[in-house]
Nanobody, 124 residues
Framework: QVQLVESGGGLVQAGGSLRLSCGVIGSFLSINHMGWYRQAAGMQRELVAKITSGGSTNYADSVKGRFTISRDNAKNTAYLQMNSLKPEDTAVYYC??????????????????WGQGTQVTVSS
């Protein structure tokens, strides 16, 4: 099984910073892309940032220039550095990853996993 362990959420004033962490633990061969999504109350879940195994990144327009996604492959961990936070960044943030696994027959397959979510609240 594969689990994602998130940390780093909390309450911060507008203009402040937070760093989210997401560690991947369990049985897998490799991690493909990792990403952060968020879901505000009454809204659909949306992509915030994604990073590939090679380090290529993409961001939602609303966070470009303020958020930075990174990963430490040796630690199987992704980070989301969030600066210049705004009240509209308030949401539950979810980590997502796609990993390569091997089934009982020895064949490889990829699968997506989600973290439990961490609350980020930005006060005005």
């Amino acid at each position: 099984q594969v689990q994602l362990v998130e940390s780093g959420g909390g309450l911060v004033q507008a203009g402040g910073s937070l760093r989210l962490s997401c560690g991947v633990i369990g049985s897998f061969l490799s991690i493909n892309h990792m990403g952060w999504y968020r879901q505000a109350a009454g809204m659909q879940r949306e992509l915030v940032a994604k990073i590939t195994s090679g380090g290529s990144t993409n961001y939602a327009d609303s966070v470009k220039g303020r958020f930075t996604i990174s990963r430490d492959n040796a630690k199987n961990t992704a980070y989301l550095q969030m600066n210049s936070l705004k009240p509209e960044d308030t949401a539950v943030y979810y980590c997502n990853c796609n990993v390569e696994r091997r089934n009982v027959f020895g064949s490889h397959y990829s699968a997506d996993y989600w973290g439990q979510g961490t609350q980020v609240t930005v006060s005005s």
